[in-house]
């Protein structure tokens, strides 16, 4: 029982040192100018840094700047090498939308015959009919 419990001690102990260094790590990369992503999933670049108020303000998106606890910072987004790679769009036009492309309702409506409308019931104009009788 006492070899079990040294070993968790001892695992408890390297992990923690482990989640300490990382910590320190993040610290250093994270400066201004740098692009981070926060914990909840946005994504900016960082134009100012409060020590004292812990605070971190981040340009998202040219014009909005968001205020966020410097904690939420979690990592330094590093572009990849594919990035700035630029795949082919294919503008071929076989008649068919792709799955969940949206088209232009007038084109649509100009390709497809007119719909005649069905013929009104007869059941619906007798019973009008006797509503006026009566």
């Known amino acids: 029982m006492l070899v079990v419990l040294a070993v968790l ?9 482990k989640r300490q260094a990382q910590a320190r790590e993040l610290q250093s990369k994270v400066a201004v ?3 981070v992503m926060t ?3 946005l994504y900016g670049t ?8 812990n605070q971190v303000l981040l340009e998202t998106t040219p014009g909005t700047v968001l205020k966020v606890h410097r904690q939420t910072v979690t990592r330094v987004v590093t572009p990849s090498p594919l990035d700035g790679i630029d795949e082919p769009i294919d503008h071929s036009t076989d008649g068919e939308p ?3 492309e949206r088209i232009d309702e007038s084109i649509e409506a100009a390709d497809k015959p007119a719909i005649e409308k069905p013929a009104t019931d ?3 104009s ?7 009788d009566e």
Do not use: C, H, Q, W
């Open 9 to 17: 001690v001892i695992f408890m102990f390297r992990n923690s040192r």
């Open 33 to 35: 100018g740098a692009e």
């Open 39 to 41: 914990n909840f999933g």
């Open 46 to 53: 960082i134009l100012e840094m409060d020590d004292e108020e």
């Open 98 to 100: 792709e799955y969940g």
């Open 122 to 124: 007869t059941l619906s």
């Open 126 to 132: 007798d019973k009008t009919d006797k509503k006026g």
